[in-house]
């Protein structure tokens, strides 16, 4: 459906307040856009547009997969067994914003390469 051009989220959702004020784009623009392509099969493309879209869009590949196979077959996973702990959820939290911060950065340098800044 999203390949076909049947959902616009810009319908929906608008045009970034953010961009809007300043003229860059924000840490999440491009990520709803990144996600149709991966969902459509376009990964290398969805990696190309917002990289910490496509991160997460295939780290919810792994995660359902892994949830499909415990779920419906009872397989049992070990190295998901391990308690998690207070570092463990820090570190996570880090991993993210580092992957948000690393997405924004390549957003901002295609944004910043197309107006023409040096």
């Known amino acids: ?12 959702f608008g045009i970034c307040g953010f961009q809007q004020a ?4 924000c840490p999440g623009c ?6 149709m392509l991966f969902a459509s099969g ?7 547009l ?6 997460f869009c295939g780290m919810s590949v792994v995660v359902a997969v892994f949830a499909l196979l415990i779920s419906v077959f009872g397989v049992n996973f070990s190295f998901l067994q391990r308690r998690i702990t207070g ?13 948000f911060a690393g997405g924004w950065a ?9 107006s023409g800044v040096p």
């Open 1 to 12: 459906m999203a390949a076909r051009g049947w959902i616009e989220p810009a319908r929906y």
């Open 30 to 35: 491009y990520v709803t856009r990144s996600a």
């Open 106 to 114: 390549v957003t901002l340098c295609r944004a910043l390469v197309e």
């Open 50 to 55: 917002q990289p910490a879209g496509a991160v």
């Open 87 to 99: 570092s463990v959820i820090c570190w996570a939290v880090v991993a993210v914003l580092i992957v």
């Open 22 to 25: 300043c003229g860059l784009p």
């Open 42 to 48: 376009h990964i290398i493309e969805s990696f190309c």
